[in-house]
């Protein structure tokens, strides 16, 4: 079919006839001449600018792919060129392999797991006080992996490799402007840390919790602990007393680093009263507001008493198996996980940044973010050990305030959670910043949506957006993208380097659409739960993969392979649904109504009737401020949507339109708590 572009397409778009007619004869040529890629790659980079109309960009992507097939998910909208392949770290190691293709070296990868981590040990230049005499002792079952047998390491050694004069954070607090802490101030100042910790009586194995702002103060507290082998207990900051109270118990933490305010949009909210409530053990107070005296508990003290003038410390090794942090699932599927890191989990985080994110020295990497999630303590060290530059925004990302330090701060990797593009779009806050600096962004948390994922890439004059799917438990990820591979929005290129992964269907059978299990062992795969039995949650009833015969290990997501060798996610097992017989995730649905007109966001949840029979569709929908909407026409839109693009027989049963959707803390939806909600309301929302 031949691509065709009308000046009315154009100017339906927002452009001006004159302008539209001058672009049209620019396009015209390559539409004719060029396959699609191409064609793409040239408009893409030289014609389409980050301040055109997003709905420009969108026509002139379907236009140019409108023979893409569909069964491939979306069309590439950003291709690597040779010389942007080779600058790329993963090429460098392919060149000391001697592997001429990136499936061969991925294949390499998951064959040769223990030549695999030892290569990329070396390339990151992870520090060991005594080497390993072996990668891994899998003499107890893939299950049970030793890693780095014989070693001794403190793995904040690791991150200060850079030279000392080199930026280590650039951050600005809300209204305030850019600051920089060298590698060496970093140093010295969680040596600091170390210090007071030993001086105020800490020992090594002790828990020291952290909640407050991810700030240059609480990444040296962070490094500080770890250096004098006490364990981080990480709390996100957001979170309610009694969520703070059961974190403390189960990690048993012995004291809290922690802040009298936040400041939030303009507003201070306190924290150290939260800390209080939570009936937290000595909290060390970090001041933000210095006019406001809170009165702190007796045994309490500032940040100022506490840290020790002595800016030596000898960071203390220990066994690879050690804990460094203790983590917390975000509890989307149930109660939340607590989950060690021990001192290997970080290399997985750095490992994966120096690959997948292409992470070279001094190159600045931005992941709004708390230590209370993963990509917090991994924002550390997939920064530091590769002698790069974490980049902290102390105010809301969703402001344009955020988008300017990342202007001003020069990111050149930005990472983040899929719902905060919505609100960019939403808002056309980050229009009119000049984002030349980003060299790829990063999604993960949960299911993205191509249209915003393309929105995402046009405010950088289209850079790559690396899909990163993983967990707390995994400690990076296990399916992802490289930069040596065409990037497809909310599409994954490959399975993490280092491991692989099997899609079976219900019978256990591989398959293109179901659930993926993680082939292992991999470092930064958890070991051990501190309130669950580690072996039952990833392992008990797995099935065996029939070809290799190693067992699986459990994750609890859908996925689909698609037939160009890129996935999708689908999200959670247990978010899936059986709609008239047919088995369908609520991602796949909720993709689906991504694009209808006015939709801001929706969660899709099924529901069993009260008097049985086959599950009933429900949609959650939030609509945009600024659309005209009626309830009946929408949920015609929507359905159409879905007989158009997904399958007729699944019929919507009720539209319930919500002001915004129930999320966790760490911004992901609790479909559970909408199907409660329906299940409880139902009398008085369903239209039976
Ligand atoms: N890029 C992504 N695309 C799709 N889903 C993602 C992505 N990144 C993360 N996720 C989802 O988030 C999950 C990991 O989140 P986390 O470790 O916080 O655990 P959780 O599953 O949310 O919590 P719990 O285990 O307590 O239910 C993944 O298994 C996946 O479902």
Same mark, same amino acid.
């Not at 507001?289 to 008493?305: A, F, G, H, K, N």
């Not at 940044?353 to 990509?375: C, F, K, Q």
């Given at each position: 079919m031949a691509k065709q572009l009308l000046l009315e397409e154009l /100017?339906?778009?927002? $452009?001006?006839?004159?302008v539209a007619a001058a672009m049209l004869q620019q396009i015209a040529p390559y539409l004719s001449s060029l396959p699609a890629a191409e064609c793409w790659q040239q408009i893409s980079q030289q014609i389409l600018k980050p301040d055109h109309p997003f709905a420009l960009h969108e026509l002139l992507y379907k236009t140019i792919f409108c023979d893409w097939d569909a069964n491939q998910g979306p069309p590439p909208a950003w291709f690597p060129s040779d010389e942007q392949i080779r600058a790329t770290n993963i090429a460098a190691l392919m060149n000391d392999l001697n592997i001429g293709s990136y499936r061969e070296f991925h294949t390499w990868s998951a064959h040769d797991r223990a030549e695999f981590w030892n290569k990329t040990i070396q390339r990151v230049g992870i520090r060991f006080r005594q080497k390993y005499q072996q990668i891994v002792d899998l003499s107890q079952g893939v299950e049970f992996p030793q890693w780095l047998v014989g070693a001794r390491l403190n793995i904040a050694e690791s991150c200060f490799q850079a030279p000392e004069d080199d930026p280590a954070i650039v951050f600005q607090p809300e209204g305030g402007s850019l600051s920089i802490l060298t590698y060496g101030e970093l140093n010295a100042l969680s040596n600091r840390v170390a210090n007071g910790l030993v001086e105020t009586g *800490?020992?090594? &194995?002790?828990a020291i919790a952290i909640a407050m702002p991810m700030t240059a103060e609480s990444v040296a507290i962070y490094l500080g602990i770890v250096k004098a082998g006490c364990v981080v207990v990480s709390i996100a900051d957001s979170f309610a007393p009694a969520e703070i109270k059961t974190r403390l118990r189960l990690s048993g933490a012995k004291g809290i680093f922690t802040q009298d305010y936040i400041l939030r949009a303009g507003k201070l +909210?306190? +924290?150290?009263? %939260?800390i209080v409530d939570a009936q937290a053990p000595i909290a060390i107070v970090l001041s933000l507001d210095s006019s406001s005296s809170i009165q702190l508990r007796p045994d309490d003290c500032t940040w100022e @008493? *506490? +840290? =020790?003038p002595n800016k030596q410390f000898d960071p203390i090794p220990a066994r690879p198996s050690a804990h460094t942090n203790i983590l917390f699932s975000s509890g989307t599927t149930g109660e939340p996980k607590a989950i060690p890191w021990t001192q290997t989990t970080p290399i997985k985080c750095a490992v994966d940044a120096y690959l997948h994110h292409d992470i070279h020295s001094r190159e600045v990497l931005a992941w709004p973010t708390n230590l209370g999630w993963m990509m917090g303590p991994w924002l550390i060290y997939a920064s530091l050990v590769n002698r790069a530059t974490i980049a902290l925004y102390y105010g809301a990302p969703t402001e344009q305030g955020f988008g300017r330090f990342v202007q001003d701060a020069r990111v050149n990797v930005l990472g983040l959670v899929p719902s905060l593009v919505s609100a960019w779009k939403a808002t056309a806050c980050m229009k009119g910043l000049d984002w030349s600096a980003i060299k790829a962004f990063s999604s993960t948390g949960e299911c993205s949506n191509p249209r915003d994922m393309l929105y995402l890439m046009s405010l950088a004059g289209y850079k790559p957006v690396i899909e990163y799917c993983g967990g707390t438990e995994i400690g990076g990820a296990y399916i992802t993208g490289t930069l040596v591979q065409p990037a497809a929005p909310a599409t994954f290129s490959t399975p993490a380097l280092g491991l692989d992964v099997a899609i079976l269907d219900e019978d256990g059978y591989p398959s293109n659409k179901g659930e993926v299990f993680i082939i292992p062992p991999s470092i930064g795969l958890s070991n051990e739960l501190l309130n669950r039995d580690h072996y039952e949650v990833y392992f008990a009833d797995t099935?065996?993969?029939p070809l290799i015969s190693i067992p699986l290990r459990r994750h609890g997501d859908q996925m689909e392979l698609l037939s160009n060798g890129y996935y999708r996610a689908q999200g959670r097992v247990d978010d899936t649904m059986n +709609? &008239?017989? $047919? %088995? /369908? =995730? =609520?991602? @796949? $649905?909720e993709q689906t109504l991504s694009v209808v007109e006015g939709i801001c966001e929706t969660a899709a949840i099924a529901i069993s009737p009260p008097e049985g029979g086959p599950n009933q569709l429900v949609i959650y929908a939030v609509v945009a401020d600024n659309f005209s909407w009626d309830k009946e026409a929408l949920k015609t839109s929507l359905q159409k949507a879905i007989r158009q693009s997904l399958?007729?027989?699944f019929k919507i049963h009720d539209l319930v339109l919500v002001e915004s959707l129930p999320r966790t803390a760490s911004n992901k939806v609790m479909r559970r708590v909408l199907r409660d909600r329906y299940q409880a309301d139902r009398p008085k929302s369903s239209n039976d």
């Amino acid at each position: 079919m031949a691509k065709q572009l009308l000046l009315e397409e154009l /100017v339906t778009c927002g $452009i001006e006839k004159n302008v539209a007619a001058a672009m049209l004869q620019q396009i015209a040529p390559y539409l004719s001449s060029l396959p699609a890629a191409e064609c793409w790659q040239q408009i893409s980079q030289q014609i389409l600018k980050p301040d055109h109309p997003f709905a420009l960009h969108e026509l002139l992507y379907k236009t140019i792919f409108c023979d893409w097939d569909a069964n491939q998910g979306p069309p590439p909208a950003w291709f690597p060129s040779d010389e942007q392949i080779r600058a790329t770290n993963i090429a460098a190691l392919m060149n000391d392999l001697n592997i001429g293709s990136y499936r061969e070296f991925h294949t390499w990868s998951a064959h040769d797991r223990a030549e695999f981590w030892n290569k990329t040990i070396q390339r990151v230049g992870i520090r060991f006080r005594q080497k390993y005499q072996q990668i891994v002792d899998l003499s107890q079952g893939v299950e049970f992996p030793q890693w780095l047998v014989g070693a001794r390491l403190n793995i904040a050694e690791s991150c200060f490799q850079a030279p000392e004069d080199d930026p280590a954070i650039v951050f600005q607090p809300e209204g305030g402007s850019l600051s920089i802490l060298t590698y060496g101030e970093l140093n010295a100042l969680s040596n600091r840390v170390a210090n007071g910790l030993v001086e105020t009586g *800490f020992r090594p &194995g002790d828990a020291i919790a952290i909640a407050m702002p991810m700030t240059a103060e609480s990444v040296a507290i962070y490094l500080g602990i770890v250096k004098a082998g006490c364990v981080v207990v990480s709390i996100a900051d957001s979170f309610a007393p009694a969520e703070i109270k059961t974190r403390l118990r189960l990690s048993g933490a012995k004291g809290i680093f922690t802040q009298d305010y936040i400041l939030r949009a303009g507003k201070l +909210l306190p +924290l150290y009263p %939260k800390i209080v409530d939570a009936q937290a053990p000595i909290a060390i107070v970090l001041s933000l507001d210095s006019s406001s005296s809170i009165q702190l508990r007796p045994d309490d003290c500032t940040w100022e @008493e *506490f +840290l =020790s003038p002595n800016k030596q410390f000898d960071p203390i090794p220990a066994r690879p198996s050690a804990h460094t942090n203790i983590l917390f699932s975000s509890g989307t599927t149930g109660e939340p996980k607590a989950i060690p890191w021990t001192q290997t989990t970080p290399i997985k985080c750095a490992v994966d940044a120096y690959l997948h994110h292409d992470i070279h020295s001094r190159e600045v990497l931005a992941w709004p973010t708390n230590l209370g999630w993963m990509m917090g303590p991994w924002l550390i060290y997939a920064s530091l050990v590769n002698r790069a530059t974490i980049a902290l925004y102390y105010g809301a990302p969703t402001e344009q305030g955020f988008g300017r330090f990342v202007q001003d701060a020069r990111v050149n990797v930005l990472g983040l959670v899929p719902s905060l593009v919505s609100a960019w779009k939403a808002t056309a806050c980050m229009k009119g910043l000049d984002w030349s600096a980003i060299k790829a962004f990063s999604s993960t948390g949960e299911c993205s949506n191509p249209r915003d994922m393309l929105y995402l890439m046009s405010l950088a004059g289209y850079k790559p957006v690396i899909e990163y799917c993983g967990g707390t438990e995994i400690g990076g990820a296990y399916i992802t993208g490289t930069l040596v591979q065409p990037a497809a929005p909310a599409t994954f290129s490959t399975p993490a380097l280092g491991l692989d992964v099997a899609i079976l269907d219900e019978d256990g059978y591989p398959s293109n659409k179901g659930e993926v299990f993680i082939i292992p062992p991999s470092i930064g795969l958890s070991n051990e739960l501190l309130n669950r039995d580690h072996y039952e949650v990833y392992f008990a009833d797995t099935p065996t993969y029939p070809l290799i015969s190693i067992p699986l290990r459990r994750h609890g997501d859908q996925m689909e392979l698609l037939s160009n060798g890129y996935y999708r996610a689908q999200g959670r097992v247990d978010d899936t649904m059986n +709609l &008239g017989g $047919i %088995k /369908v =995730s =609520s991602a @796949e $649905i909720e993709q689906t109504l991504s694009v209808v007109e006015g939709i801001c966001e929706t969660a899709a949840i099924a529901i069993s009737p009260p008097e049985g029979g086959p599950n009933q569709l429900v949609i959650y929908a939030v609509v945009a401020d600024n659309f005209s909407w009626d309830k009946e026409a929408l949920k015609t839109s929507l359905q159409k949507a879905i007989r158009q693009s997904l399958n007729p027989l699944f019929k919507i049963h009720d539209l319930v339109l919500v002001e915004s959707l129930p999320r966790t803390a760490s911004n992901k939806v609790m479909r559970r708590v909408l199907r409660d909600r329906y299940q409880a309301d139902r009398p008085k929302s369903s239209n039976d």
